[in-house]
């Protein structure tokens, strides 16, 4: 899965949540699971989601979603 469509999907579940800013949110946890900054999802958005980072991102969402 590409960085982008994680991103969106993130973002996606959070705003159904009723989380805030859930965008910025979904960018946060997903920098967090990647351990990189905001400007290198955005420079490689088009870069494959690996399977450990997905694995992360998804916990990340979980728990902000309790």
Known sequence: MELKTAL????????KASIP???????????????????FLYAHSDDELTELAWIHYGRYLNERLK
């Open 8 to 15: 969106n999907q993130g973002a996606e579940i959070l705003e």
């Open 21 to 39: 800013v859930p965008r910025l949110t979904a960018e946060v946890l997903l920098c967090h699971a990647l351990q990189r900054d905001r400007a």
